[in-house]
């Protein structure tokens, strides 16, 4: 087994901490992918050469942010809380439109760690953001992470359906948190409709970060039943 996860927008790699002893457990070869955002260098992934299932497991935003040569290759995916098109049609998309650019707009000012730090209660909840790993808004944001985290704003708000190079004949497990206050619901349903053959998990009373106990478990458990 070798396994690339990639976290999603404002995330970083230790994000993936709470899976860490299960798939060392398992002996499973794995690769975190880091955008860079805060305190650490910027990590690309790439598969090993040699046999084995490849898999891929990504935050919300994290598969668009693999580069589409690793996406296409595996052999099953893990969709955490993501989307098809983050912005749906219609006036919730117009207002979620305004609030993305209003997000930008504060990445250049002053106000950068404050709104990154309502970003991640905001995920988090209804599990307060203390339950999260120390996070990229733990420290002030270098010029260089904010220009990452501006970019890839722009490709958030741009998301239009699956990201390039998504395999379609891969098996697929979508998890979704029941009180995600990030991605909207219609954006939820677009992937499913999106990916029919999809295995779907929705994790009631948790939101946007999974804060579960059962998610580690049941995302190992679905992934040792793959043939």
């Known amino acids: ?7 999603g927008w404002a995330g970083d790699a230790q994000g993936w901490e709470p899976f860490h002893s299960a798939w060392s457990a398992r002996s499973w070869t794995w690769q975190c992918g880091e955008r860079g955002y805060g305190g650490q260098a910027p990590r690309p992934v790439a598969w090993q050469s040699g046999q084995g299932l490849k898999l891929v497991i990504a935050h919300s935003l994290g598969p668009h942010l693999l580069p589409a040569s690793v996406l296409a290759q595996a052999d099953a995916v893990v969709l955490l809380a993501s989307f098809g098109a983050f912005l ?12 993305v650019a209003a ?3 504060q990445l250049a000012g002053p106000e950068a760690s404050a709104m990154l730090q309502t970003f991640m209660e905001r ?18 944001i270098a010029a260089s992470g904010r220009q990452r985290l501006a970019e890839d704003l722009d490709l958030l708000a741009a998301t239009a359906g699956l990201p390039p190079g ?6 697929v497990l979508i998890v979704e948190g029941g009180e995600d206050q990030i991605v909207n619901p ?8 999106l990916l029919p053959a999809a295995d779907n998990l929705v994790l009631a009373g948790v939101g946007h970060c999974l804060l579960s106990p059962a998610l580690v478990p ?10």
């Open 103 to 105: 997000m930008a707009s």
């Open 88 to 99: 749906p049609e219609g006036a919730s998309g117009r207002r979620l439109r305004s609030a």
């Open 218 to 227: 049941t995302v190992c458990g679905w992934i040792e039943g793959l043939p």
């Open 1 to 7: 087994m070798q396994l690339i996860a990639m976290h």
């Open 186 to 193: 219609q954006a939820r349903h677009q992937l499913r409709n």
């Open 123 to 140: 995920a988090a909840a209804p599990q307060p953001s203390s339950l999260l790993p120390p996070g990229i808004a733990a420290a002030p």
């Open 166 to 171: 998504f395999p379609l004949q891969a098996r």
